[in-house]
């Protein structure tokens, strides 16, 4: 185990690690622009320049392995002036578009410019370096080489964790830049995490372009629900707007999320959002359309007909389970149903599942506990209750399903606005067993409820009031983990 | 701690304690600017706001409605960087940005100031980056030198159309990030 001391401090290091890592994991910040931990080391940027003695140069904190003894500081007046000299070459052909750059805010230019540069240009203006801008590369991304400091994290991320290779430099000196390779297009699953990486203002999302300054959105840990995965996800919004989704790195699941993730926040508003609940074929505000559903379910009840239920690998645990109640102890059927169990692997080697709903685990724990039927099993009943997605894909006729959803639909009669988990909280169980929460980011509209809700209600219409208790005892009969 | 300060009054004097003679005089102020307004009609020292107008003394000109100005061709100077509406601290201003072909790439596709929420601070026009927003018009934002006002509520809500203005002989200046717009340094005179 090496000893060494940065900034007067000794710190027990671990065997081949570098300056830099060790003087992040004691609180110590060395700024860095082509660093990053999940990428191979390049060391081409400058910018971590500390001071090591017995060395004759500055060396680089990214790449330098740590021997025992050494002694390094991060803050004397010649790294000092390394760091404002490095900025200023770094500077030197940008082209300081910050008022439409969408990166103010997260620009590691801006704030190692305030930090360590406060420096005025040398170079006229006439005589800096023109290249492209505005250059459209793929399905996502904008790419500005003008405002690129050539730190190859974005070629690196290709070649290493997408493995597609679609990026390199070309030409030399000062004149290289950023290039795709001809008659090729950026268009991999994992292309958005370019822009999240990119350090500067180069790579840009399309989707996020001019929408929102980066500074004024507030950040809500979640879980994103396009697969099995689970990835934790930050979801950014600004006054009850969902504007971008960000990973949340961790150690379990996920350093990276894809594009399909990223753009799974669009359910929440959109042209197609269902806001209003319709019971026979009209709109009604959210208490008379429970209670329209009620006198519905209450018919049916009377008249002995055969009520389904669907559970769902979309919905939630406390949803499922408060469908479950719903049919068993109140309805009293025996027709629920939930999907078989699915196949779980990571299809691409880095985050897609090829199971794409986000909560089978549970619900196959669930079905298996209470011996819950298979879809196939449905062969004919007279009043569906279930997720619309699932609904879709089972051959019922429209006109007799309950379908809860969050998307408009016209050939359903009844449907039911529900909140996205966006908009409520919910538990999931991930292709790992990992037991993890959604979190509300934005308010739902105001004619919308959670399934929860809503079985809630109507089980109080029928004259059953379920205590908590009751509808969260399944949580002690599951089989998950959890991250701490 | 509140600070407190005397104040003696002087005492009256004899002509002052019998009252008559300072109603006289002070009646006689009255009937001056009487005669002055019935003979001299000219030298009176009020104007008959909102028909006339007087143009607004030193700074106070600064400190006058909002304006976005243009450049050369027409289009707003502005890009929509939010940095106005950042820094406002009555939340008055809001922008919705949007793409253009252009090499500017970025336009206010919505501008909208509330001048009954502003406080004419004008930290908007300091925070500027391109030297677009300007409280430069000369005018009582809704009062009469507006010359949008009708004298309405509404008439103190400033949309596109009434800030994305040009002044009678404004130079067009070449500040801001003139350097990706070739408009600017072109020498077309309207």
């Known amino acids: 185990m090496p000893k060494v001391i940065i900034d007067g401090k000794e710190f027990i290091a671990k065997e081949n690690e570098t300056v830099l890592n060790v003087a992040e994991r004691n609180g110590i910040y060395i700024p860095r622009y082509c660093y990053h931990p999940a990428l191979s080391i390049a060391g081409n940027c400058r910018m971590c320049l500390v001071e090591i003695e017995k060395m004759p140069k500055l060396q680089i904190a990214c790449a330098t392995t740590v021997t025992d003894g050494m002694v390094i500081h991060t803050q004397t007046e010649k790294v000092k002036k390394a760091r404002q000299d490095v900025l200023e070459f770094l500077l030197l052909n940008h082209p300081l578009d910050c008022p439409i750059c969408d990166q103010v805010g997260e620009c590691y230019l801006q704030d190692y410019y305030m930090e360590y540069g406060l420096k005025k240009s040398r170079i006229d203006l006439k005589d800096k370096n023109r290249k492209p801008k505005r250059r459209d590369i793929g399905k996502h991304l904008i790419l500005d080489n003008e405002r690129c400091i050539l730190c190859t994290r974005c070629v690196r991320f290709c070649e290493e964790v997408t493995k597609t290779s679609e990026l390199f430099i070309n030409s030399r000196g000062d004149h290289s830049f950023i290039d795709i390779k001809t008659e090729e297009k950026l268009d991999n699953d994992y292309s958005l995490n370019i822009a999240d990486i990119c350090p500067v203002g180069a790579f840009t999302s399309k989707d996020f372009r001019f929408k929102e300054r980066v500074y004024r959105l507030s950040s809500t840990s979640s879980i994103c629900l396009s697969c099995a995965t689970g990835c934790k996800i930050k979801v950014q919004h600004n006054n009850g707007k969902i504007y971008r989704i960000l990973p949340d790195p961790n150690i379990y699941t996920n350093t990276w999320i894809c594009d399909n993730g990223r753009m799974s926040y669009k359910i929440t508003a959109g042209p197609d959002r269902l806001t209003k609940s319709i019971i026979k074929s009209e709109e009604h505000h959210l208490n008379k359309a429970i209670i329209k559903l009620f006198d519905i379910l209450k018919e049916a009840k009377e008249k002995n007909l055969k009520i389904a239920i669907l559970l769902s690998d979309y919905l939630s645990i406390e949803d499922n389970f408060a469908l479950y109640y719903l049919g068993f102890e109140i309805l009293k059927t025996d027709l629920i149903y939930a999907s078989k169990e699915k196949e779980q692997k990571i299809e691409d080697g880095i985050l897609i599942n090829k199971d794409k709903t986000p909560n089978s685990n549970a619900v196959s724990q669930i079905s298996k506990l209470y011996g819950i039927k298979k879809y196939e099993d449905l062969k004919d009943c007279d009043l569906l209750i279930g997720f619309y997605d699932d609904i879709e894909k089972l051959n019922i006729p429209k006109n007799k399903s309950v379908a809860l959803s969050y998307k408009a639909d016209k050939e359903y009669d009844n449907l039911i606005a529900i909140k996205t988990y966006f908009e409520t909280e919910g538990s999931f169980i991930n292709w790992q067993y990992f037991l993890r929460k959604t979190a509300p980011s934005v308010s739902a509209p105001t004619d919308t409820i959670s399934v929860y809700d809503l079985c809630l209600k109507i089980s109080e219409l029928f004259g059953y009031y379920p205590k908590e208790k009751e509808l969260n005892k399944i949580f002690n009969e599951l089989k998950y983990k959890t991250e701490d | ?190």
Do not use: W
């Open chain 2, 1 to 190: 701690m509140i600070r407190t300060k005397k104040i003696e009054s002087k005492p009256l004097n004899f002509f002052e304690k019998i009252y008559i003679i300072e109603v006289i005089r002070g009646f006689s102020v009255t009937l001056k600017h009487f005669f002055i307004n019935l003979f001299f009609p000219s030298k009176i020292p009020t104007i008959s706001y909102p028909e006339e107008k007087v143009l607004l003394p030193g700074n106070a000109k600064l400190k006058s409605r909002h304006r976005i100005k243009l450049r050369s061709d027409g289009t707003p100077k502005c890009v929509a960087c939010m940095m106005c509406s950042t820094i406002c601290p009555a939340d008055c201003i809001h922008i919705e940005a949007a793409e253009t072909e252009t090499p500017v790439e970025k336009y206010p596709k919505v501008f909208n100031i509330d001048i009954s929420k502003c406080v004419m601070c004008g930290l908007c026009v300091e925070a500027c980056p391109e030297d677009a927003i300007s409280m430069d018009t000369n005018e009582i934002a809704g009062g009469a030198y507006s010359r949008f006002s009708n004298f309405q509520k509404d008439g103190l809500f400033l949309t596109k159309n009434e800030l994305f203005i040009k002044l009678k002989d404004e130079k067009i200046s070449k500040l801001g990030a003139a350097n990706r717009l070739e408009n600017e340094y072109g020498e077309r005179n309207d």
